[in-house]
């Protein structure tokens, strides 16, 4: 089965547009956690604008599921994760004036870096992601620093249309074998749907989908429980056809 981590980083900007208590993040993500989903992700942005540090130590606390840190690769952050131990975290880029993260990472500028960020994460036996691009070289860069996984970014695809959609797909599925081949796990993650998950899932080998502003948006009208079985019945029928 394709596991699903559930991004509950809307939550809290919801919480933070009048930077009070609810709703609450731990109380979604366990209700996440009840639906079905396989993991809780949060993203600590530097500039905070949603989840908060409190927030990543109390979910260490209290999940039974798996909790995956998406995070930029700064000595701040890293040192936060370093405390918290999480399950996994997922190196992403991060720009201050971005609505939400908006390419993948460049892994092979970065290398030399990477690797010590890597191998620091895997001293404490946490699993390190690369959030990339469906390009060759940032999956074969990812491989030699020494990731356990890429997540692919699907975002291009989200927002393609037209004869757009499948030569975004054929980008995802051409770097989803590639990953593969190198040893990977492979991960997908970025604008994904109810609605434009299928194909994604159906790329081969496809082991974890990390969805939140779909779930966290239907969830307003069809609550948070629905929203995530609904995800969770697209992955169950792709896995078992
Ligand atoms: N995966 C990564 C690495 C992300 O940065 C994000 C956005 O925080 C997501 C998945 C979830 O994206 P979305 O909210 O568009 O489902």
Request: proline share 3%; glycine share 6%.
């Amino acid at each position: 089965m394709i596991e699903l981590g559930v991004n509950i980083d809307h939550v809290a900007t919801l919480r933070e547009a009048r930077k009070g208590k609810v709703p609450d993040v731990i109380t979604a993500a366990k209700v996440c956690e009840i639906a079905g989903a396989h993991q809780i992700t949060v993203h600590l942005r530097q500039d905070r604008r949603h989840i908060q540090d409190k927030d990543v130590e109390r979910l260490k606390e209290v999940l039974l599921v798996r909790l995956n840190l998406e995070m930029a690769a700064v000595p701040e952050i890293i040192e936060i994760a370093h405390r918290i131990v999480p399950y996994a975290v997922c190196l992403v880029p991060e720009n201050r004036q971005e609505i939400t993260t908006e390419g993948g990472l460049n892994v092979k500028e970065q290398r030399d870096w990477l690797k010590k960020v890597v191998d620091g994460m895997h001293e404490l036996g946490i699993k390190v992601s690369m959030f990339v691009d469906p390009e060759i070289e940032q999956i074969e860069a990812s491989a030699e620093v020494g990731a356990d996984s890429v997540e692919l970014h699907t975002g291009a695809y989200a927002n393609a249309e037209g004869k757009q959609i499948d030569r975004e797909l054929k980008r995802l599925y051409d770097a989803g074998a590639v990953a593969v081949k190198l040893g990977l796990n492979l991960h997908a993650g970025h604008g994904l749907t109810v609605r434009n998950l299928e194909p994604v899932a159906k790329i081969p080998h496809l082991k974890e989908v990390n969805i939140g502003h779909d779930i966290i948006a239907r969830a307003v009208f069809i609550g948070l429980e629905s929203a995530v079985k609904e995800i969770l019945a697209i992955l169950d029928r792709v896995s078992h056809s």
